[in-house]
């Protein structure tokens, strides 16, 4: 097992965004990661919804839909994956680079 055990729970937001004035450029949209908080205990085989800020969300967002989930919705249903009992799982919320909840704890069943 790696050291910094991160699941990745396949929650790729996969958003880009464009602006067109003054010149076409690409910018990225890193909205931070409310919930899982450092504090949070979830069981394997729960659902939750993971959280995050919209609040900097450029106006115009080209691909705003990913893996099946709009990043302007704030937040997302997972299940938790079946994994051993940890306290340093992350989770990550991928755009153009990745964006890091705080390590918090998974318990098996
Ligand atoms: C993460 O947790 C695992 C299992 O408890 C442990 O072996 C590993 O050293 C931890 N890694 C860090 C960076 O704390
Ligand atoms: C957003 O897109 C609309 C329609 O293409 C355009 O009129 C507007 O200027 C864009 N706004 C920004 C901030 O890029
Ligand atoms: C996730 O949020 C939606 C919308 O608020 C809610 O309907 C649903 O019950 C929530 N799911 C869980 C597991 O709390």
Same mark, same amino acid.
Request: aromatic share 12%.
């Given at each position: ?7 990745l ?19 990225v ?16 085989? &729960?659902?939750?919804? +993971? #959280? ?6 450029? !106006?115009?967002?080209?691909? /705003? ?13 997972? &299940?938790?994956?079946? +994994? #051993? ?6 989770? !990550?919320?991928?755009?153009? /680079?990745?964006?890091y ?9």
């Amino acid at each position: 097992m790696t050291s910094f055990t991160t699941f990745l729970l396949t929650l790729l937001a996969l958003f880009s965004l464009s602006f067109s004035a003054p010149i076409l450029r690409r910018d990225v949209f890193v909205p931070p990661i409310l919930y899982p908080r450092s504090d949070t205990v979830w069981i394997a085989g &729960q659902h939750h919804n +993971v #959280t995050w800020s919209t609040d900097n969300a450029p !106006v115009n967002i080209t691909n /705003s839909i990913g893996q099946g989930f709009d990043i302007l919705d704030g937040r997302v249903e997972i &299940q938790v994956p079946y +994994v #051993t009992t940890g306290s340093n799982y992350s989770l !990550v919320l991928f755009g153009d /680079s990745g964006n890091y909840s705080p390590e918090f704890t998974i318990l098996s069943q």
